[in-house]
């Protein structure tokens, strides 16, 4: 697969109906990944901010971490997830869910000062051209949080010296180990993101300790504290399976005029202000509209 896939429509990964919640995080036995996760997070996060975009938000496992900020907005292309993610934390007004494709996100330009994008980018055909939507929705100066699958990792050197795996992690080129699911160099992501924008702020390593034995033998608790004493290394060097960054917005980019929100994915009109249940497009007629609580932007009614 080349570094640089340039297709109009890349295919996505889908998770309608899918029960990854449940099957990977509650029953499989990943207390670990997500706490670590929660430690990077808190690190790379802004304490607190006005609208922050949760890019493939899913079940909305890492939502309540994002307390600090006044607005979020989860955004899946699985209706399904953001049910999930609606159950869980409810349909109050601090809370937008919206499905969508991340290769064609319908928010006018400039809007958001965060966003997060966690365990999702793994699934992208054509991570450059949704990195470059993420930076179209911020506004000059925003934050941008971000976890890859770093396929330059311990486990899998250790493998291709032992012959045991064809592929080579330090190959700058993406591997898709399974249908949809890639690995990413390091170096690769951090020249992508500073073509989509963005300035590198900050490196953390995470998941040092991914191996099951340790999982079993070790107390959660230590092996937390250990990963969270390690992640800092980030900034020197990247052997762990999961890599967070945190980026900022920069260049001469708009700030969203006030008042606007939604921009129509199709033909990228700005849209009436969601008062209702339904916007139509006022440059090319189509409708989109919001069913249970979720807006609906990839198909148009
Ligand atoms: C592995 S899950 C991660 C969910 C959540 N970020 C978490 O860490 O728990 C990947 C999510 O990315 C979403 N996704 C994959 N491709 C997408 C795309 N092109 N646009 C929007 N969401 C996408 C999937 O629907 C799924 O919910």
């Known amino acids: 697969m080349p570094s640089e896939v340039k297709t109009e429509r890349p295919p996505v990964c889908d998770y309608e109906g899918s029960d990854y919640q449940e099957r990977f995080w509650e029953k499989g036995e990943r207390r670990y990944e997500d706490q670590v ?39 899946d292309y699985s209706t399904t997830q953001l049910e999930r993610a609606q159950q869980r934390l409810g349909t109050s007004n601090r809370y937008t869910y919206v499905a969508a494709d991340a290769y064609r996100l319908p928010f006018v330009d400039g809007l958001f000062d965060t966003a997060t994008m966690i365990r999702v ?20 100066g925003a934050k941008f949080i971000l976890e890859f699958a770093n396929k330059r990792n311990m486990k899998s050197i250790l493998r291709y010296w032992l012959r045991k795996q064809e592929w080579n992690p330090f190959d700058p080129d993406p591997v898709e180990f399974v249908e949809l699911n890639f690995d990413f160099h390091p ?7 500073q073509t989509a924008g963005f300035a590198l702020e900050r490196q953390l390593t995470v998941s040092h300790f991914r191996v099951g034995w340790l999982k079993r033998n070790i107390p959660i608790g230590l092996l ?13 060097w990247q052997y762990t399976p999961s890599v967070f960054l945190r980026s900022r917005a920069s260049g001469e980019t708009p700030v969203a005029k006030p008042g606007t929100f939604f921009k129509c994915p199709e033909c990228g009109t700005a849209l009436p202000s969601p008062a209702s249940g339904s916007l139509k497009c006022p440059g090319c007629s189509r409708v989109w509209t919001k069913k249970n609580g979720i807006w609906n932007f990839k198909q148009p009614s």
């Open 37 to 75: 996760e929660a430690v990077a997070l808190r690190r790379l996060l802004p304490k607190q901010g006005k609208l922050l975009l949760e890019v493939g938000a899913g079940a909305g496992r890492n939502t309540p971490r994002y307390a600090g900020f006044e607005h979020v907005v989860l955004m």
């Open 187 to 193: 170096a690769t992501m951090r020249r992508w993101l």
């Open 121 to 140: 980018i793994h699934h992208m055909a054509d991570a450059p051209k949704a990195l470059a939507q993420i930076h179209a929705a911020l506004q000059p």
């Open 224 to 236: 937390v504290a250990l990963d969270s004493f390690f992640q800092p290394t980030g900034a020197l």
